[in-house]
């Protein structure tokens, strides 16, 4: 099969472009890349597809850049294909941002390409990144540490801004599209930074990769195979994760919860990767959450782990056990779950009160005892009207607040009564506590009330007091 028809069947397998589609061609003026003009530019001239040339010069070797660029507007327009082209002063650029070199260079490239991508309203960009590239990042990331996902290596197609990246040529082999080349009188430049060793890639490409097919001749082809196997067994397991993530994962604004017992009962591997979803989902900067970061949060959830615990996980994450829960909480959510002390005045003629940020509202109902209603549940309260100083007053926790809790002898603190009715930290110091005008603790809702004015026979005037937390 020639390599023409071989681009076709693997577009066709992967699902890189459709029928009509725009396709933007990143082109260097290397082998890859107008190897790859030309194929495409085939198919633009079936009809199958359109295509759009783009060239970056990024001035970093001014004489070959400049050659580069003629080459490649002189190759497009024997082909009849629109070239776009940008000249960029990396140099510059590097020096003013202090940024690592090629990745302002990547930066600079994939929004110039995603310009042109919007200016013709373009649905693909496509790459010319081939085998033996792939075979390159699989073993820099294996040098540099990886799981599956870095093993999968480059994705023939990924979404980023809308815009789909391809990389058709990524079963093809630089010997390949050399001969192609050759064969089809497509002119290409060689970049003389290739062969610098100051560039990691250059050195696996020139060195490493060498020495070790010395012991495995086949060692590149390996590295592709894996990349294949890696590729599909993760694409599996994150659509695994997606669905755990569906059916386990509590969403709140800026925040995500899951039982500990949920967690723990997954396996090993989709407890890690369920984590690391849960951390993309709250914030686009996770890369640098280590794996050390990720497994302390996954013990967390362990029946041996502490009850009550927190870490920042990163990124502006922080990380809380609460019992049987374990929250995510962004950094939006983190500054409103911060306390901040809050009082609210109760009148004789209030009849509702919402309390924020704890997100407890009130409802209170004045009557006689023939009339009144019976507390059903914690969250009711009666207290005799003529037993309370007014304005009451909801207000958290102070330090020393203590309760007369209705059914024992003496007080007790009310951080006892959260430790004991299981509070999660973050929440015992927004917890609303219900006070009379003369300091007295008269309930904490949903938890106790006090022994203080308590209904009898010879109450004549009650008040009804129904709470309710979201």
Not at 135 to 150: K, S
Not at 254 to 282: F, M, N, P, T, W
Request: with cysteine; net charge negative; proline share 4%.
């Amino acid at each position: 099969m020639n390599l023409q028809s071989e681009l076709e069947r693997e577009a066709a397998e992967r699902g890189l472009w459709s029928a009509g589609d725009c396709v933007i061609v990143a082109v260097s003026g290397g082998p890859d890349s107008m190897a790859l003009l030309h194929m495409l530019s085939s198919l633009s001239q079936s009809g199958m597809i359109t295509i759009v040339a783009a060239h970056v010069n990024h001035g970093f070797r001014p004489q070959e850049s400049a050659h580069e660029r003629e080459v490649v507007q002189a190759f497009a327009k024997q082909l009849g294909v629109i070239c776009e082209t940008i000249t960029l002063d990396m140099p510059a650029y590097i020096e003013e941002t202090r940024m690592n070199g090629q990745a302002a260079s990547r930066e600079r490239r994939y929004a110039f390409l995603h310009d042109i991508a919007s200016r013709y309203d373009a649905s693909r960009i496509a790459l010319a990144h081939h085998a033996d590239d792939q075979a390159e990042t699989v073993l820099m990331r294996v040098i540099r540490g990886t799981g599956l996902t870095g093993l999968a290596g480059m994705a023939a197609k990924r979404s980023e801004k809308n815009v789909e990246l391809i990389r058709p040529l990524l079963r093809m082999n630089k010997s390949e599209l050399l001969r192609y080349c050759e064969e089809h009188h497509i002119p290409y430049c060689t970049d003389s930074s290739n062969k610098e060793r100051h560039y990691f890639r250059n050195i696996i490409r020139l060195d490493i990769l060498p020495y070790l097919s010395n012991h495995n001749p086949q060692l590149s082809q390996s590295l592709q195979r894996l990349a294949e196997v890696a590729g599909a067994e993760d694409d599996w397991m994150d659509k695994q994760t997606d669905a755990l993530f569906a059916q386990l994962v509590t969403l709140s604004p800026d925040e995500c919860a899951i039982s500990c017992l949920d967690l723990r009962g997954l396996h090993v591997a989709l407890q890690r990767r369920l984590i690391k979803l849960i951390l993309s989902y709250l914030s686009k900067e996770t890369e640098k959450i280590s794996f050390e970061q990720i497994e302390t949060m996954r013990h967390a959830a362990s029946a041996l782990a502490p009850a009550t615990w927190r870490i920042d996980a990163g990124a502006g994450i922080r990380c809380v056990r609460e019992y049987d829960r374990l929250r995510w909480i962004g950094e939006s959510q983190r500054s409103t779950d911060k306390a901040s002390d809050y009082l609210y005045e109760v009148g004789l003629a209030t009849v509702s009160l919402a309390v924020e940020p704890p997100c407890w509202t009130f409802e209170f109902v004045r009557s006689t005892a023939m009339v009144s209603s019976k507390p059903v549940s914690r969250c009711e309260a009666c207290f005799d009207a003529a037993e309370l100083s007014y304005p009451l007053v909801f207000r958290n926790r102070r330090p020393g607040d203590r309760i007369q809790v209705l059914g024992l002898n003496g007080s007790k603190k009310v951080q006892d009564m959260f430790v004991d009715e299981k509070i999660a930290p973050l929440k015992r110091e927004l917890y609303p506590l219900l006070f009379d005008a003369a300091g007295k603790l008269l309930w904490i809702p949903g938890i106790r009330r006090s022994s203080h004015a308590l209904t009898n026979e010879h109450t004549e005037d009650v008040l009804f007091i129904r709470a309710r937390s979201e």
